[in-house]
C-alpha cells in the first residue's frame, strides 16, 4: 500500500505514505488525540522508521522542528503508535486516536526544548483534528497518559498550557509546591481509594485496590508529566492531589 498516495486532511501538509495502518475496529469512532515526541536522534531517521514496513510502528503525523508537517496515515485509518495503553477502559486506543510524533530526542538524549515553530504547527494541526473529529479538551492526551510506567513522552517540557491557551486540551494552574500530607509506595487506606478512584474518574488505567503500589506511583507520575510538570516523582503530594481534584471539578460531566 505504499505505492498508493492520499489527500492530507491538514492543509499544507507532505504527504509520505507510511504502510503500517489498517482499519478502524469495531466502527469505533476517533475521539482521543494523542501526542508523542519521536525519542530519536533526529527527525528524519525518525520519519523513515515510522515509513518503514519492518517498523510496524506508525503515526498520523510527524511535526519537525522547523513546523515541517508530514501525513503518513489518514485520519480515518487505524495508525500504530499507542501500542500497549488504556484510557477509560478502552485498551485499543490506536483505533480510537489521531497520532502526532513530535520530533524531539526526549529523555534518552537529554529532553531538548521544543522550538516555537514547531509547536506552532503542533497548535494549528490538533486545532484542525480536534475540530473535525470532535474531541473535547480533556481527550487530548500524553503516550505518557495511557500508558504510565511504560511511556514518558511528549515529556515534562511540552508546553501542555500553551495548548489548552488555543483551545487544544484541558489544563488548570498547577497548584504551588509545598508541604502537606503525601502518599507514596506502600501506603494503604480509603485516602489512597479515594486518590485512585479520582485517577481513573480522570482516565487513568488504574485498580482501584487502597494500596499505593507501583502501578500508582507510575499513574501519579504520568499525571504529573503533564499537569504538574514541576516535580515528577510518583509521590502522591498535596499540590498533585488538588490539582488532580481541580481538573476533575472543571470537567463538564462533574462539575
Known amino acids: ?24 475496529r469495531d466502527g469505533k ?70 497520532g502526532i510524533e513530535i520530533v524531539n530526542g526526549g529523555h534518552e538524549f537529554g529532553l531538548p526544548p521544543f522550538p516555537d515553530r514547531q509547536i506552532e504547527a503542533v497548535i494549528a494541526l490538533s486545532r484542525g483534528i480536534v475540530a473535525r473529529h470532535a474531541i473535547v479538551p480533556e481527550r487530548v492526551l500524553a503516550h505518557s497518559d495511557v500508558a504510565p510506567g511504560r511511556k514518558r513522552d511528549p515529556g515534562e517540557l511540552f508546553p501542555w498550557a500553551g495548548l489548552a491557551a488555543e483551545g487544544v486540551g484541558h489544563w488548570v494552574d498547577p497548584e504551588p509546591l509545598g508541604g502537606g500530607r503525601f502518599f507514596s509506595l506502600g501506603d494503604r487506606g480509603q485516602p489512597v481509594e479515594a486518590l485512585q478512584s479520582m485517577l481513573a474518574l480522570y482516565g487513568y488505567g488504574l485498580q482501584v485496590t ?45 462539575a
Open 1 to 24: 500500500m505504499s505505492d498508493v498516495s492520499f489527500a492530507p486532511d491538514h492543509d499544507g501538509a507532505e504527504i509520505r505514505v507510511s504502510p503500517n495502518f489498517g482499519e478502524r
Open 210 to 254: 487502597g494500596e499505593f503500589d507501583a502501578a500508582t506511583a507510575a499513574g501519579i507520575a504520568a499525571f504529573q508529566r503533564h499537569f504538574r510538570p514541576a516535580r515528577v516523582d510518583g509521590v502522591a503530594d498535596a499540590s498533585s492531589i488538588a490539582t488532580l481534584h481541580r481538573l476533575l471539578s472543571t470537567l463538564p460531566a462533574y
Open 29 to 98: 469512532p476517533a475521539d482521543i488525540l494523542l501526542l508523542h515526541y519521536t525519542g530519536m536522534e533526529s527527525g528524519p531517521a525518525a520519519e523513515d522508521w515510522l515509513c518503514a514496513p519492518q517498523s510496524e510502528v506508525s503515526c498520523h503525523y510527524i511535526v519537525h522542528e522547523d513546523g515541517r508537517i508530514v501525513q503518513m496515515v489518514p485520519e480515518a485509518m487505524r495508525a500504530w503508535h499507542a501500542g500497549r495503553s488504556r484510557w477509560k477502559g478502552e485498551t485499543d486506543i490506536n483505533s480510537r486516536s489521531i
